[in-house]
T-cell receptor, first 113, second 113 residues
């Protein structure tokens, strides 16, 4: 069974710290990886995508991908209380349409002022 | 101006009833999706339509029937509602079917009594 695993948390970090969110996936042929942020009671927002091994930076967010270890992570630098949300890792596992994503159950992040 | 809109926002109904949820996007995207998020916040794709054509149809009871009258609209009809159908249903869209869902609607909170 194709799975995406995340630590459900909550992950608590102080304001200004680096938050590190981790995700592992089961299918070696996966090619596309995404991070979504979901505030409580709201809809998911796509914040990062990554396709190649290594790091991809966008503002305070860095996505890291290691296909050999089947591991993808999201780093949030200078964490702010407004970053408090659930972060969903999503993986395209069939190599076809990226729309066919398998989601992890999410990691709840709490940034304390 | 709302990018992806859904109606109704809340839906409370009795077991056995039939209900519909409507979705519209004004982004000019070719692909639209229906996702279900259960009480444990687990997000799972149900259907995807690309330019009115069904491209993803996950294992979903045939009581659920999507309909796309044009590429800006994707409706979801549910027959003979069951208690287990209670969830939040999100509509989403992307530029085309090769891309991950980039915009989500606000969600429809369905409660079956």
């Amino acid at each position: 069974q194709k799975e995406v695993e995340q630590n459900s948390g909550p992950l608590s970090v102080p304001e200004g710290a680096i938050a590190s969110l981790n995700c592992t996936y089961s299918d070696r042929v996966s090619q596309s990886f995404f991070w979504y942020r979901q505030y409580s009671g709201k809809s998911p927002e796509l914040i990062m995508s990554i396709y190649s091994n290594g790091d991809k930076e966008d503002g305070r967010f860095t996505a890291q991908l290691n296909k050999a270890s089947q591991y993808v992570s999201l780093l949030i630098r200078d964490s702010q209380p407004s970053d408090s949300a659930t972060y969903l890792c999503a993986v395209n596992m069939d190599g076809g349409s990226q729309g066919n994503l398998i989601f992890g159950k999410g990691t709840k992040l709490s940034v304390k002022p | 101006d709302t990018a992806v809109s859904q109606t109704p926002k809340y839906l409370v109904t009795q077991m056995g009833n039939d209900k519909s949820i409507k979705c519209e996007q004004n982004l000019g995207h070719d692909t639209m999706y229906w996702y279900k998020q259960d009480s444990k916040k687990f997000l799972k794709i149900m259907f995807s339509y690309n330019n009115k054509e069904l491209i993803i149809n996950e294992t979903v009871p045939n009581r659920f029937s999507p309909k796309s009258p044009d590429k800006a609209h994707l409706n979801l009809h549910i027959n003979s509602l069951e208690l287990g159908d209670s969830a939040v249903y999100f509509c989403a869209s992307s530029q085309d079917g090769r891309l991950a869902a980039s915009y989500f609607g606000p969600g429809t909170r369905l409660l079956v009594l």
